[in-house]
């Protein structure tokens, strides 16, 4: 599988992210600066690391949506190229407009860093073909912006067309629904807060996220 990692100003979990899909697909991602304009050709998978781009200034996600490569992860995403969004990743998508909604901070206004339950809310997906719907699993979370927030009219038609992918099993920072995890109506574009690439092996606790990897890996074999 040939894909990329975006690397932004600020970025600390991407080294993470690559070392998860290598360790899955066998193969290296590459490592791609936000002031890139293009993508490699014949990319199977763009992933957008979790992690403080710029800072989080102005709004977490804010500034790194408007870098010259998401002109590029549009297009893409676009053609179908699927893209995996975590945690500042996440918030990168909804900010560039590539999910709906947006994500606040924490009720509580509280960091929260542990490992959360979840409940898969959609096994048709391209990032969630590996679970069964309504599977109760473990993922890490680590955010202070991960209040996800829409109007009822989004809320509605996001259930309405199952596009919630994963959904907090507890109450973890206030998302309206328990909303963990969103794909786009094309369901190849997955936000979600929790750290898939943390939950990769054993020695991380439990190997829960593995799975998300693995079906892309599958769906683009």
């Given amino acids: 599988m040939k894909s990329a990692v975006?690397?932004?100003?600020g970025s600390n979990c991407d080294r993470d992210l690559a070392v998860a899909i290598r360790?899955?697909?066998?193969?290296?991602?590459?490592?791609?600066?936000?002031?890139?304009?293009?993508?490699?050709?014949?990319?199977?998978?763009?992933?957008?690391?979790?992690?403080?781009?710029?800072?989080?200034?102005?709004r977490s996600g804010a500034m790194a949506a408007r870098s010259?490569?998401?002109?590029?992860?549009?297009?893409?995403?676009?053609?179908?190229?699927?893209?995996?969004?975590?945690?500042?990743?996440f918030q990168v998508l909804t900010e560039a407009g590539l999910l709906p909604g947006a994500l606040m901070r924490n009720a509580g206004l509280a960091f929260v860093c542990r490992t959360v339950s979840l409940e898969v809310g959609n096994s048709q997906s391209l990032f969630t073909s590996r679970y069964q719907a309504g599977?109760?699993?473990?993922?890490?979370v680590a955010h202070h912006d991960g209040n996800y927030?829409?109007?009822e009219e989004t809320?509605?038609?996001?259930?309405?067309?199952?596009?919630?992918?994963?959904?907090?099993?507890?109450?973890?920072?206030?998302?309206?629904?328990?909303?963990?995890?969103?794909?786009n109506a094309a369901g190849n574009v997955l936000g979600l807060m929790p750290?898939?690439?943390?939950?990769?092996?054993?020695?991380?606790?439990?190997?829960?996220?593995?799975?998300?990897?693995?079906?892309?890996?599958?769906?683009?074999?």
């Fill in 6 to 9: 975006l690397v932004f100003p």
């Fill in 23 to 58: 360790e899955v697909t066998g193969s290296d991602p590459v490592m791609l600066w936000h002031r890139e304009t293009e993508l490699p050709d014949g990319i199977d998978l763009i992933a957008v690391p979790g992690g403080f781009s710029y800072g989080d200034y102005l």
């Fill in 68 to 89: 010259p490569v998401m002109r590029a992860v549009a297009d893409a995403a676009e053609r179908g190229v699927p893209v995996l969004g975590v945690c500042n990743g």
């Fill in 135 to 140: 599977e109760e699993i473990g993922l890490p």
């Fill in 149 to 151: 927030a829409a109007d």
């Fill in 155 to 183: 809320l509605d038609r996001l259930e309405g067309e199952g596009r919630v992918a994963f959904r907090y099993g507890e109450q973890v920072n206030g998302s309206a629904r328990g909303i963990a995890g969103i794909v």
């Fill in 195 to 221: 750290h898939p690439e943390r939950a990769i092996e054993a020695a991380h606790g439990n190997a829960d996220g593995r799975r998300i990897f693995e079906g892309l890996l599958e769906a683009v074999a």
